[in-house]
């Protein structure tokens, strides 16, 4: 019975020694990449819930409470996190002069202490290279409007021109003059065809002018 009841508290002491493993993850400082912007915190067993280079999110457990001011007093004089204070009992939020804001959270019942960094938003960069897309969008609107601008002109030289076409077209009715071919050795008939009638080196002239010489049109071809 002895060795019974010795085996079930070393079971259980293994079993509670292990979830207590399970549950205390210690974390490593160097993996954490905003490490150099907040002071390092002496209790680290906890849980990272966010470790980018953008923003850091941990959980540090069983954390005394006289921590929480001294973390707190680090960061405000040893990484400059004194711009912009919002604090409160147990909350503690400020940035410093490069920007980034780091937020303690001290949690009295549960003894858990949050820390939160966040880096300056890197869209300040990104607004100004969407700055840049939208100058250089200006700058290709502008290409582009100074390329309508001068397409214009492209189209009114048609414009131009057909005016002109116009212009010819009532002319060329006008002066349509029907083309007719006279014989050159007799006959007094003017012909539409060059080989009509047998005629040798035919003479091609207007129909007012074959009317003018005398001729008279041809009944075979007219
Ligand atoms: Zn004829």
Same mark, same amino acid.
């Given at each position: ?9 070393? /079971?259980?002491?293994?079993? /509670? ?18 490490? @150099?912007? &907040? ?12 470790? /980018?280079?953008? $923003?850091?999110?941990?959980? %540090?457990? !069983? ?9 707190? =007093? $680090? ?7 004194? !711009? =912009? ?27 858990? %202490? ?14 100004? #290279?969407?700055?840049? @897309? &939208?100058?250089?969008? #200006?700058?290709? !609107? ?5 390329s309508e601008e001068t397409s214009p002109p492209e189209n009114s030289t048609p414009n131009v021109t057909s005016p002109e076409e116009e212009t010819k077209q009532p002319d060329q009715p006008s002066t349509s003059q029907e083309m007719v071919? &006279? ?9 539409s ?6 005629? $040798?080196?035919?003479?091609q002239v207007t129909k007012e002018k074959a &009317? ?7 009944? $075979?071809?007219?």
């Amino acid at each position: 019975m002895k060795k019974a009841l010795t085996l079930a508290i070393v /079971t259980l002491l293994v079993v /509670t020694l292990f979830s207590c493993n399970l549950f205390t993850d210690t974390i490593n400082w160097y993996s954490i990449i905003l490490k @150099d912007q &907040i002071p390092d915190p002496i209790y680290r067993s906890g849980t990272t819930l966010e470790n /980018t280079s953008t $923003k850091l999110s941990l959980i %540090l457990y !069983n954390v005394p409470s006289h921590e929480y001011p001294a973390y707190v =007093d $680090k960061c405000m004089n040893e990484h400059g996190y004194s !711009n =912009d204070i919002d604090s409160e009992s147990y909350y503690f939020s400020a940035s410093n002069s490069s920007g980034y804001r780091v937020i303690v959270i001290y949690n009295v019942d549960s003894n858990e %202490l949050q820390i939160i960094l966040e880096a300056p938003e890197q869209s300040n960069s990104e607004p100004s #290279n969407a700055l840049q @897309d &939208i100058s250089n969008d #200006n700058t290709s !609107n502008t290409n582009e409007e100074q390329s309508e601008e001068t397409s214009p002109p492209e189209n009114s030289t048609p414009n131009v021109t057909s005016p002109e076409e116009e212009t010819k077209q009532p002319d060329q009715p006008s002066t349509s003059q029907e083309m007719v071919w &006279i014989p050159t050795n007799g006959g007094k008939k003017y012909h539409s065809r060059a080989d009509c009638s047998n005629m $040798k080196n035919p003479r091609q002239v207007t129909k007012e002018k074959a &009317i003018e010489m005398g001729y008279s049109p041809c009944k $075979k071809c007219h």
